[in-house]
T-cell receptor
């Protein structure tokens, strides 16, 4: 158990819909990352938050948005869903100490299926 | 953008043999490197890490080698076991950005 909690584990929805994925980082970790993993693909970095503020943005579509709340949990919002958005979405958290990034701890992922 | 790639998408080894998984990265400013193991249906799990001020680091049955000259990273698994079967990813970060970039992954299959 990594200590990172993601909900829901599975989600099936239709094209054009909107979903919200939720992540609770490990206790004490201020940094949250979102990654997308499509079938047989690597992990594509979407976005990173640190202590409530956006720190870095990767290949995140404009239809997607995220935020980190004061209690440090994070949500990834996916809207106007397309078939190609079907993927595993991982949340990870890490501690940043002395300016150095520590290892990422991953949740078990949310599997999104768009029909 | 960042480019982290793996030389081989699949690798099969006999149980008990040593495994070597390779990874190339393109950002010379990369400061911190991690190897992750991902089993089917699970999130990636940390295996071992190395910072750019080192060229070798050993863990339990695993060794990571870093060659900054050619921007190459390798993971060596000693006495590979069936439980080592998984997809292995390398990840790197130019620490200043704190964002990690992952390679495509190498699927390791251990043959009993």
């Amino acid at each position: 158990d990594s200590g990172v909690t993601q909900t829901p584990k599975h989600l099936i929805t239709a094209t054009g819909q909107r979903v919200t994925l939720r992540c609770s980082p490990r206790s004490g970790d201020l940094s949250v990352y979102w990654y997308q993993q499509s079938l047989d693909q690597g992990l594509q970095f979407l976005i990173q938050y640190y202590n409530g503020e956006e720190r870095a943005k990767g290949n995140i579509l404009e239809r997607f948005s995220a935020q980190q709340f004061p209690d440090l949990h994070s949500e990834l919002n996916l809207s106007s869903l397309e078939l190609g958005d079907s993927a595993l979405y991982f949340c990870a958290s890490s501690v940043v100490s002395g300016g150095l990034t520590g290892e990422l701890f991953f949740g078990e992922g949310s599997r999104l299926t768009v029909l | 953008g960042e480019s982290v790639g793996l030389h081989l998408p699949t690798l099969s080894v006999q149980e008990g043999d040593n495994s070597i998984i390779n990874c190339a990265y393109s950002n010379s400013a990369s400061d911190y490197f991690i190897w992750y193991k991902q089993e089917s249906g699970k999130g990636p799990q940390f295996i071992i890490d190395i910072r750019s001020n080192m060229d070798k680091r050993q863990g339990q049955r695993v060794t990571v080698l870093l060659n900054k000259t050619v921007k190459h990273l390798s993971l060596q698994i000693a006495a590979t076991q069936p439980g080592d079967s998984a997809v292995y990813f390398c990840a790197e970060t130019p620490n200043t950005g704190n964002q990690f970039y992952f390679g495509t992954g190498t699927s390791l299959t251990v043959i009993p």
